[in-house]
T-cell receptor, first 112, second 114 residues
Framework: DAKTTQPPSMDCAEGRAANLPCNHS???????VYWYRQIHSQGPQYIIH???NNETNEMASLIITEDRKSSTLILPHATLRDTAVYYC?????????????FGTGTRLTVIP | DTGVSQDPRHKITKRGQNVTFRCDPI?????LYWYRQTLGQGPEFLTY????????KSRLLSDRFSAERPKGSFSTLEIQRTEQGDSAMYLC????????????FGPGTRLLVL
């Protein structure tokens, strides 16, 4: 699976959009981009994933560049409860085992 | 609640003791994964089941670790002769499989070995 690079930490003002970047320059054509987050002492929570097209759900939007070498997770109106570690993961789309490689993620702090 | 559940949520044990953790996946999810997470690190893959078959193991899974999923539903992870280095959060995830599968995680079991 391709490796990802994320900034170690970011701050965001409450109510503003949080834009979390992720670089995955070695991504291959059948690899998906996944985002999870982990609030302190809890299990990781799935946020969103995509292959080529931008995606949106009730939690966030995922913007993938045309060359697929980077992506951005957007939390449109950050709240204090969005403070967490956010993991960008690239994982091959196969029918076999698809274990996730988490890395160290980006620690997002939402500031009142 | 129909999410992934894990039991116990916390376990304190003395070095050398055996411990067993249980994971109940989301109903009808045929895939089950175990991960381990140490302080300040992201979760690391340990092992994977497709139904009752254990199909992949990480090199992190030493011979003191054993996992089972006897009927393709719940799973257990046993650690024999625990060591202080086994102290970690043990996470379970389940999925339906497929190319764009999504893994859903449980709350984890936090183990402290004294």
């Amino acid at each position: 699976d391709a490796k990802t690079t994320q900034p170690p930490s970011m701050d965001c003002a409450e109510g503003r959009a949080a834009n979390l970047p992720c670089n995955h320059s070695t991504i291959s054509g059948n690899e998906y981009v996944y985002w999870y987050r982990q609030i302190h002492s809890q299990g990781p929570q799935y946020i969103i994933h995509g292959l080529k097209n931008n995606e949106t759900n009730e939690m966030a939007s995922l913007i993938i560049t045309e060359d697929r070498k980077s992506s951005t997770l957007i939390l449109p109106h950050a709240t204090l409860r969005d403070t967490a570690v956010y993991y960008c993961i690239v994982r091959r789309g196969s029918t076999g085992a698809n274990n996730l490689f988490f890395g160290t993620g980006t620690r997002l702090t939402v500031i009142p | 609640d129909t999410g992934v559940s894990q039991d116990p949520r916390h376990k304190i044990t003395k070095r050398g003791q055996n411990v067993t953790f249980r994971c109940d996946p989301i109903s009808e999810h045929n895939r089950l994964y175990w991960y381990r997470q140490t302080l300040g690190q992201g979760p690391e893959f340990l092992t994977y089941f497709q139904n009752e078959a254990q199909l992949e193991k990480s090199r992190l899974l030493s011979d003191r670790f054993s996992a089972e999923r006897p009927k393709g539903s719940f799973s257990t992870l046993e650690i024999q002769r625990t060591e202080q280095g086994d102290s970690a959060m043990y996470l379970c995830a389940s999925s339906l499989g497929g190319r764009g599968e999504t893994q859903y995680f449980g709350p984890g079991t936090r183990l402290l070995v004294l």
